[in-house]
């Protein structure tokens, strides 16, 4: 069993930045593949980036290349999502995923309980 836990997440103006880290309770985190995924009120759930578990390649929705960047710490049992060039459509609860054999825009097996992110025009 993988527990997941979000933090960093928060109120920003427009053009910030904010990094969310996802903490994992799993000694084997280093092996799961990780996702970022988020749901905005009134609209399903969409990807935005996913790393394997060496980090060595990443994966990024259409709307957050360029602006968002994945990266895993494994020593540390942690992903990050470094968030930069905010937009207030970026608003949404924000959720970490991981998986011991899916990466990218997939199903995942274990769940964090979100983190909102707020972004203000």
């Known amino acids: 069993q993988v527990q997941l836990v979000e933090s960093g997440g928060g109120l920003v103006q427009a053009g910030g930045s904010l990094r969310l880290s996802c903490a994992a309770s799993a000694p084997t985190f280093s092996s799961f593949a990780v996702a970022w995924f988020r749901q905005a009120p009134g609209k399903e759930r969409e990807f935005v980036a996913a790393i394997t578990w060496s980090g060595a390649r990443t994966y990024y929705a259409d709307s957050v290349k360029g602006r968002f960047t994945i990266s895993r710490a494994n020593a540390k049992n942690t992903v990050y999502l470094q968030m930069s060039g905010l937009k207030p459509e970026d608003t949404a609860v924000y959720h970490c995923?991981?998986?011991?054999?899916?990466?990218?825009?997939?199903?995942?097996?274990?769940w964090g309980q979100g983190i909102q992110v707020t972004v203000s025009s």
């Open positions: 995923a991981a998986d011991s054999l899916r990466v990218g825009d997939t199903q995942y097996d274990y």
